[in-house]
């Protein structure tokens, strides 16, 4: 069974930095994707970042420059470093797993974690 659980997030004055970790456990075959999401209120969840087991990374023009994506996959673990934090970054975010490896895909989603960010 594949689970994600995160941890970190809360509340920063702008300027500020916060960090995500979201932990995989279960199976986790590669090739595999893990990304991280937000959703501001009355608006649509959007990517943040992803990152690949092959070690690609990508990110939302939004936050590029901004924040990093890591991953330890040694631990399972997905990390979200935010720099230079803006009140638009006010979000809950999810951490999210797809295992392509596996018929059919699995797709995970981490229990969100609200980011407020106060000017």
């Known amino acids: 069974q594949v689970q994600l659980v995160q941890s970190g997030g809360g509340l920063v004055q702008a300027g500020g930095s916060l960090r995500l970790s979201c932990l995989a456990s279960?199976?986790?075959?590669?090739?595999?994707?893990m990304a991280w999401y937000r959703q501001a209120p009355g608006k649509q969840r959007e990517l943040v970042a992803t990152s690949t087991s092959g070690g690609s990374t990508n990110y939302a023009d939004s936050v590029k420059g901004r924040f990093t994506i890591s991953r330890d996959n040694a631990k399972n673990t997905v990390y979200l470093q935010m720099n230079s934090l803006k009140p638009e970054d006010t979000a809950v975010y999810y951490c999210?797993?797809?295992?392509?490896?596996?018929?059919?895909?699995?797709?995970?989603w981490g229990q969100g974690t609200q980011v407020t960010v106060s000017s």
């Open positions: 999210n797993l797809v295992l392509f490896a596996t018929t059919p895909i699995i797709n995970r």
């Open positions: 279960g199976s986790i075959l590669r090739p595999n994707t």
